[in-house]
């Protein structure tokens, strides 16, 4: 139900029957995030949690537990071996824990502030016709540079103009 779901909603989904599965899957795919349950054939969930953790290549993938008991200990043992999320089945709908997850993965965003005598700063000023202070033109606020994250890995991002006192666009 699960993977269908996850699927549904735009997510690359590798299943496994088993920790052993879950963990090869893992190790030979590279998951983004692994929704494991705890109780599984083969190998647990927290064994597998302990592998992963174990591997350099899987040591940082997110790890989310779904169980259908919600026992203090697991919920710290869950904790302790770093898992992101812990959910217990039927306190959240199968597409509440889809945005949980999905959550995750908002991308961090940083603010820049500009010294306009420093490399290309009065150059973008003039390129883009804005004032060569960076000040908002609606309250006088400085002009910085948001920028998201896209790809952390081939450090890519996303950038726009923003102001720091009122948050508006350049304007």
Do not use: W
């Not at 989904?13 to 599984?40: C, R, Y």
């Amino acid at each position: 139900m699960y993977a269908e779901i996850f699927h549904k909603e735009g997510f690359v989904v590798f299943e496994a029957e088993n920790g052993v599965d879950g963990l090869d899957g893992a190790t030979k795919n590279t998951p983004d995030v692994i929704f494991t349950g705890i109780v599984m054939p083969t190998m647990d969930g927290f064994t597998m949690m302990e592998a992963l953790k174990k591997n350099v290549m899987t040591s940082n993938i997110p790890v989310v537990i779904s169980s259908h008991l919600g026992r203090e200990e697991d919920q710290q043992r869950a904790r302790d071996l770093g898992a992101k999320a812990f959910f217990i089945r039927g306190f959240y709908t199968p597409y509440e824990i889809v945005e949980k997850v999905r959550a995750i993965f908002e991308l961090p965003e940083y603010k820049i502030k500009f010294a306009i005598n420093e490399l290309d700063v009065a150059k973008m000023a003039r390129d883009l016709r804005i004032n060569m202070d960076f000040k908002c033109p609606k309250c006088e606020g400085d002009m910085v540079l948001a920028m998201k994250l896209v790809d952390a890995k081939n450090q890519e991002f996303s950038a726009k103009l923003v102001c720091a006192g009122c948050g508006s666009g350049r304007g």
